[in-house]
């Protein structure tokens, strides 16, 4: 009779081991499911952002240099606009220097447009168009690692308690 209690324990204690390591294992992999998610989305995001910067990014300089050229269809109400959208894309902290330079190119480049110096405005462009693509290069690097590791890195520092 003893033989079969511990039998019984025997078996019970293995179905409970059992049961914990599958459940372990089926939250394991829930944790790893969710953090490949997230990451893919961040990524999927910032690839959207990028696109979005370089495509008004490229209107705001068309535009800019259609206004100085005095072309009918340059706009300085959408070049106001493509300011603000390109602005509200970046980071408006002091301490991203690069985002900070950008900002202080768009005013500066609605201004020349405004009041038309060409060869002001030329330098202005040339220096906000370095600046972006820098950023862009930045971002790009930056997604490409978190697609690479799955570790986001949100303001410069490593996400990784997803």
């Known amino acids: ?10 078996a019970l204690i293995g ?5 914990v390591g599958s459940v372990s294992s089926t939250f394991g992999k829930s944790k790893d499911t969710s953090k ?5 989305t961040v990524t999927n995001e910032r690839a959207q952002w990028r696109k979005e910067l370089r495509e008004v990014s490229a209107g705001f300089v068309e535009n800019a240099l259609r206004i100085v050229a005095k072309d009918p269809d340059g706009s300085i109400h959408v070049l ?12 408006p902290k002091p301490e991203h220097e690069l985002d900070a330079s950008i ?3 768009i005013k500066t480049i609605v201004q020349y447009a405004k009041a038309p110096d060409s060869e ?11 600046d972006v693509q820098t950023l862009l290069k930045q971002e790009w690097d930056k997604s490409k690692r978190e697609a690479e590791t799955g570790t986001l890195h949100l303001n410069g520092i490593a996400d990784t308690k997803h």
């Open 80 to 91: 106001e606009r493509q300011r603000v959208l390109i602005r509200l894309r970046l980071n």
């Open 120 to 130: 002001k405005l030329a330098e202005s462009l040339e220096a906000f168009e370095q």
């Open 103 to 105: 900002l202080r190119s």
């Open 15 to 19: 179905a409970v081991l059992g049961f």
């Open 36 to 40: 490949d998610v997230l990451t893919r």
């Open 1 to 10: 009779m003893e033989a079969a209690i511990f039998g019984f324990m025997a």
